[in-house]
């Protein structure tokens, strides 16, 4: 199965363990991933904040390079998820406005989730599972933008999806149940605001732990990178505990598949999920 793949800026910068991950995940599921030739940055999530315009022109250039690929199109990231979803649809009204050349919107865009939730794959991941995950207490979190705004992305349950659910029981995760899988963490606001994105952020790690989890799982970097790296801001605010690992759910899933390379990118996080795996006997399987 060949598929294209656009990782965006973040997978090939602060976001790096997640790009690992992926191509881990999908050399272990025979699919076989191209990435965009000369793609460009989708200008999430300045540009549509600047200039309406170019902030389609850019997403509309990668949709022309996705279209003439001729495969559908893998987008880990939600924030470039959203903005490739909104060019989709900006060309699909008017492509002669944006590009110089036809556009029938033969690409299909998923999100990280809803790519490897089809039932063809998800059957796959459960065959092949070699250490399950068993007794690891975890929380789904979507995020906003891959999400929201639902005519934007197509989500048929923006307020309760269940793709990566699925994804992490396939596994032998415990999923744990929450009202918070969708809230903000305010991550764009981080420079601006941080006041906010502390508040935000804390009401989503004290959702956690009264869920009884041990871990916050994510398919988003913007959300990984603001969730790991201010816990210890939110903890000195707040003056309550704060110290929940945060996964991508592909990390994970490498890490229940075997992949012998899981513990490198745990030096990447903020908060080191090391003692927690060691604690579960999860530690063995990447060695």
Known sequence: MEVSYYPGCSLHGMAGEY??????VCRTLD??????PDWNCCGASSAHFVDDALAVRLTARNMAIAERAG??????????????????KE????????IDEPYEGRAEIYHVNDFFDRPELLDIIKQKVT?????????PYYGCLSQRPPKVTDAEQPENPISMDRLLRAIGVEVRPWSYKTDCCGASLT????DLVRKLSGSLFEAAGEAGAECVVTDCPLCQS?????QAEIQAERGASCHLPVFYVTELMAL??????????????????TPLLQEKGLLHVCR
Not at 19 to 24: K, R
Not at 131 to 139: D, E, Q, R, Y
Not at 226 to 230: G, M, P
């Open 19 to 24: 790009d690992e991950s992926i191509q881990s």
């Open 31 to 36: 699919v076989a991933l191209k990435e965009l």
């Open 71 to 88: 495969r559908e199109l893998l987008v880990p990231c939600a924030a470039c998820f959203q903005r490739l979803k909104h060019a989709d």
């Open 91 to 98: 060309l699909k009204e008017d492509a002669a406005h944006w």
């Open 131 to 139: 250490m399950s995950l068993a007794g690891l207490a975890v929380v």
């Open 191 to 194: 420079l601006t605001r941080p």
């Open 226 to 230: 603001n969730l790991d790296t201010l």
């Open 256 to 273: 229940a598949f075997g992949d012998g390379q899981t513990t490198r990118w745990w030096k990447k996080h903020f908060v080191d999920p």
